[in-house]
């Protein structure tokens, strides 16, 4: 019983490199969502993915920030070119559906660290 | 996105209960209220929802206004590691997605 799991726990990265942060749902989850907190601010939406399709993106940064959830294996959100400006906690969530009164559920976070 | 109104910090006690507030003053018929909760350097926590009737769980009770414009999570019997952040949330579908949308919540802080 698994829950969502992400990895990696924490991750370094100089300016201007690639960051690629890994989100597995929940077994059986379809529906993938990626959330963004700064530190001592609250959890912003950046975008809901379904098996091979992006749903709603509208959180997401113009440039630099993409995510995929494919077919086979975990969704993956991509940044290159870090910013100091990206440190922060990303998490992941997963539901069964995406009914609006459906429980999410949460991974422990990457927290991202660019030097 | 419809907005929800929470006070900043509460304090408590342990072993006593703890009613946290929230206002929807803008809610539509079709929004669930949902509540979550962030220990600190943990992803948040499911804790209960609701649509109209009063919910209760395992972990806490959420009692909803009859005009629904409000809502109280309640911890009866509130330990340590009930100290987190705890978000009050509308939930709808948005362009086809079910978003959860984050205010900045309510800290609250038990004390031993």
């Known amino acids: 019983n698994a829950g969502v799991m992400q990895n990696p726990r924490h991750l370094v990265r100089r300016r201007g490199q690639e960051a690629r942060l890994r989100c597995s749902p929940m077994k059986g989850h379809s529906h993938v969502y990626w959330y963004r907190q700064l530190p001592e601010e609250g959890l912003k939406f950046m975008v809901y993915l379904q098996k091979e399709n992006i749903i709603d993106e509208s959180g997401m940064p113009k440039e630099r920030f993409s995510a995929e959830f494919p077919k086979e294996g975990p969704s993956i959100l991509r940044i290159q070119q870090v910013v100091r400006g990206d440190s922060a906690a990303y998490f992941c969530a997963s539901s069964l559906n995406r009914d609006s009164n459906e429980k999410l559920f949460f991974g422990s976070g990457t927290q991202l660290s660019v030097l | 996105d419809a907005k929800t109104t929470q006070p900043n910090s509460m304090e408590s006690n342990e072993e006593e209960p703890v009613h946290l507030p929230c206002n929807h003053s803008?809610?539509?018929?079709?929004?669930?209220i949902h509540w979550y909760r962030q220990l600190p350097s943990q992803g948040p926590e499911y804790v209960i929802h609701?649509?109209?009737s009063n919910v209760n769980n395992r972990m806490a009770s959420l009692a909803i206004a009859e005009d629904r414009k409000s809502s109280t999570l309640i911890l009866h019997r509130a330990t340590l590691r009930d100290a987190a952040v705890y978000y009050c949330i509308l939930s709808a579908l948005l362009q086809g997605a079910q978003k959860l949308v984050f205010g900045q919540g309510t800290r609250l802080t038990i004390n031993p």
């Open positions: 803008t809610i539509s018929g079709t929004d669930y």
């Open positions: 609701g649509l109209t």
